[in-house]
Nanobody
Framework: QVQLVESGGGLVQAGGSLRLSCSAS????????MGWFRQAPGKQREFVAG????????SYADSVKGRFTISRDGTKITVYLLMHKLKPEDTAVYYC?????????????WGQGTQVTVSS
């Protein structure tokens, strides 16, 4: 029903910035909450940031709060993650996610992931 494709990952030095994008396709996609998760080698996938279906509420993991910003475009079918002051601990595969619920709670759809590597 829904396909998600991430882009914007890459290699950056600590303290640098990146912006991830997630392009979505599917029926009635604008009604979905969206967000980002990440998974580092040897670790479980963890929540990073979420934005509700109305784009009026956002949430962040404590580890990224104040450094990352999630947003959606006017069509609500594209979600972005602006990452500032990146740290080596941010190195992971970042996955875009979509949830049928108004809030990002239990994602129904996942992208394939984009690699973010932060060097020290």
């Amino acid at each position: 029903q829904v396909q998600l494709v991430e882009s914007g990952g890459g290699l950056v030095q600590a303290g640098g910035s990146l912006r991830l994008s997630c392009s979505a396709s599917g029926r009635t996609f604008s009604a979905y909450a969206m967000g980002w998760f990440r998974q580092a080698p040897g670790k479980q996938r963890e929540f990073v940031a979420g934005i509700d279906w109305s784009s009026s509420s956002t949430s962040y993991a404590d580890s990224v709060k104040g450094r990352f910003t999630i947003s959606r475009d006017g069509t609500k079918i594209t979600v972005y993650l602006l990452m500032h002051k990146l740290k080596p601990e941010d190195t992971a595969v970042y996955y875009c996610a979509a949830d049928r619920s108004p809030r990002l709670t239990s994602p129904d759809y996942w992208g394939q992931g984009t690699q973010v590597t932060v060097s020290s």
